[in-house]
Every structure is written in C-alpha cells, then in structure tokens.
C-alpha cells in the first residue's frame, strides 16, 4: 500500500494562500490522491481528489506533479475557520472494497 | 438531511464491560467503516463492510465485533472493554466505491475506566 509523508504542522496568514505539501513516492498507478480535514475532532471531511490532472472545486485546489510522487493542495484564501488537520491519502483497494487508511497529518495553524 | 449518525456521542465504561456503538446512515451506501482516533494521532481502521452482508477486518480489529445489520446500520461491539480501547470512534459510509469520499459521523467519545 502507498504511503503518505506530510510535514506535521504549518502555518500561514490568514488571506494568503495555503500550500500544503504530500509525498507518495510509493503510489501505484491506478490509486488516487485523496484530502481531508478535521477541524477540531470533528469528523474528517472530504475536500478534494485527483489521479494525475490538476483539480479544483469550491474548496480547494489539488496539483499532483507529473511523476505522481507528491502533490500540494492549496487552499488559495485561507480564513481562520480552516485551521484543521489536513490529512493526503492514497486510496488502496482490497477485495473490491475501497478503504481509505489516514496518517498522521499536517496541523495547520491559520494566523489573523 | 442526517447523514451519518452515531450514537452515543459520550460514554464511560468500567474495564471489563461490554457496549455497542450504533451508527445509521440515509444515504443509501453501499460501503460502511469504524475507525478509531486516539489522542494526538490519525484515524486508524478497524473494520468495514464493503456491501450488506460483508464484513472484514481493518488495521486493529482485536478486542472488537461488528455487524452489518442492514444497509442503514453498522455496528460495533466490544465485548471486554479495555482501557486501551479508550478512544473517540467515528462511522463513516460512501457509495460502492468510495470514488467520491466518505461521509463521516461526529464521532463516539469512549472512556475506559
């Protein structure tokens, strides 16, 4: 299964753009990036996915390099309601079902 | 519209005693999980049920049971709770594959004493 590597915190300021940064170097071809976040022991919540296109949507935007060996969501307005833990995810499939193993994350601190 | 619900949202339980965690969802999916969060660290699998009737084991399924009771309903059991299992336990659902992510409950707070 791919493995994820993210750094353990960050910060930015509020209005400016968050990049947050994961590396899978491990990723097979057909898994998906996958992020989430969890604001304050909330349940995690699904913000966007890709497979080797640039994504966006109303939350987020997801680059993924070429390689596919790491990827940077960006949040391109952060506000203080996105401090959260922001977890990347490589879907892995077993037995026709779809589990989604969650590391340990990166703590983003959103400053006024 | 609910979503996924668990319930109860807090508990405490002497070591050695037996609970259930409920969780129902009205989404129609397919697919139903229970993870576990312990303090500090990421959400950690322990079982899943990939359609109804299906169950399989997760990253630390010991010490628990699960049972896909209908498509609505996934339940988690422990039978001799520990001290270890003290953690806040989370439900999710998605559709059969899970292509556009899971829904998550607001989450179980277990405390073993």
């Known amino acids: 299964d791919a493995k994820t590597t993210q750094p353990p915190s960050m910060d930015c300021a509020e209005g400016r753009a968050a990049n947050l940064p994961c590396n899978h170097s491990t990723i097979s071809g057909n898994e998906y990036v996958y992020w989430y976040r969890q604001i304050h022991s909330q349940g995690p919540q699904y913000i966007i996915h890709?497979?080797?296109n640039n994504e966006t949507n109303e939350m987020a935007s997801l680059i993924i390099t070429e390689d596919r060996k790491s990827s940077t969501l960006i949040l391109p307005h952060a506000t203080l309601r996105d401090t959260a833990v922001y977890y990347c995810i490589v879907r892995v499939v077993r037995d026709s079902s779809y589990k989604l193993i969650f590391g340990s994350g990166t703590r983003l601190l959103v400053r006024p | 519209n609910a979503g996924v619900t668990q319930t109860p949202k807090f508990q405490v339980l002497k070591t050695g005693q037996s609970m259930t965690l409920q969780c129902a969802q009205d989404?129609?999916?397919?697919?139903m999980y229970w993870y576990r969060q312990d303090p500090g660290m990421g959400l950690r699998l322990i079982y899943y049920s990939a359609s109804e009737g299906t169950t399989d084991k997760g990253e630390v399924p010991n010490g628990y049971n699960v049972s896909r009771l209908n498509k609505r309903e996934f339940s988690l059991r422990l039978e001799s709770a520990a001290p270890s299992q003290t953690s806040v336990y989370f439900c999710?659902?998605?559709?059969?594959?899970?292509?556009?992510?899971?829904?998550f409950g607001s989450g179980t707070r277990l405390t073993v004493v």
């Open positions: 999710a659902s998605s559709g059969v594959t899970g292509f556009y992510g899971y829904t």
């Open positions: 890709g497979l080797k």
């Open positions: 989404m129609n999916h397919n697919s």
